[in-house]
């Protein structure tokens, strides 16, 4: 890596592996901005509307021209922002992620997002999590990183995500919704969710989260000999 290019940490997997928490925990440790791709699918899911994932090629088009993207906050903090109103947890809805996952198969969409992606990772350090950050989007990205974990034990925690949330999950449901995101992002033709060649793969079904934060703050060390954890500044 040059000394002057962003450093770019890219951590794929599936729906509720926990890359939101862990992708957070580096960016804190690192001080770098944190991206959230899920989020922006989620985002335009839900601006665009159900059905949005059948519209022609023209209409999903000129909808998605008008649309500008930027991030706020930084570190762990880091927000994204469209047409500059910041996105709230109302994307983070378990069929809205359903939605994101339809829209996700459309090329259109994934190219607009690819662009905005790399266009955000020129400009800033990133920790970036998604489905296809490592294998597409960011190919010369200094650390890639592929979580996974058996779909059971993701279900759960997204149950007690959920339950800590005030929300009372049924489980069922979301193993049902999780298998059914789980097939549909891992064997869609374009950017299928898979590790990239030169990915870190780290199974986390039988790791606590202390664990796996330790594994990829190796990985990260490993990956970028020298590097020194960057504790915020005070403001
Ligand atoms: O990470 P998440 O569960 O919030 O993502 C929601 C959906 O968005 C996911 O099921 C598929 C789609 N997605 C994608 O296709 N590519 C990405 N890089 C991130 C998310």
Same mark, same amino acid.
Request: hydrophobic share 40%.
């Given at each position: 890596m040059h000394k002057d290019q962003p450093m770019i940490i890219t951590l794929d997997g599936p729906a509720g592996v926990g890359k939101s928490t862990l992708a957070k925990d580096l960016a804190g440790y690192l001080n770098i901005a944190y991206l959230d791709t899920g989020a922006m699918f989620r985002a335009l899911a839900l601006h665009l509307?159900? @059905? $949005?994932?059948?519209?022609s090629e023209q209409r999903l088009q000129s909808a998605l021209r008008g649309i500008r993207w930027s991030l706020c906050g930084d570190g762990p903090e880091t927000g994204l922002e469209v047409n500059g109103v910041q996105v709230g947890p109302?994307?983070?809805a378990e069929d809205v992620g359903l939605w994101a996952s339809h829209l996700g198969q459309r090329q259109e969409v994934r190219s607009f997002l690819q662009a905005v992606q790399q266009g955000i990772g020129s400009r800033s350090s990133l920790v970036a999590e998604g489905r296809?950050? @490592? $294998?597409?989007?960011?190919?010369?990205?200094g650390c890639k990183i592929f979580l996974d974990a058996a779909p059971e034990e993701r279900a759960r925690r997204r149950c007690l995500q959920l339950q800590e949330a005030g929300h009372t999950p049924d489980q069922a449901a979301l193993a049902h919704d999780l298998r059914q995101r789980d097939q549909q992002d891992r064997t869609?033709?374009?950017?299928?969710l898979r590790p990239a060649d030169d990915a870190h793969i780290v199974?986390?079904?039988?790791?606590?989260l202390q664990d796996v934060e330790q594994r990829l703050r190796e990985i990260i060390h490993r990956s970028f000999p020298g590097i020194t954890p960057q504790p915020k500044q005070p403001e």
């Open positions: 509307g159900p @059905g $949005s994932w059948d519209w109302e994307i983070r296809d950050m @490592g $294998s597409v989007v960011f190919p010369r990205a869609r033709a374009i950017a299928p199974d986390t079904t039988a790791l606590s």
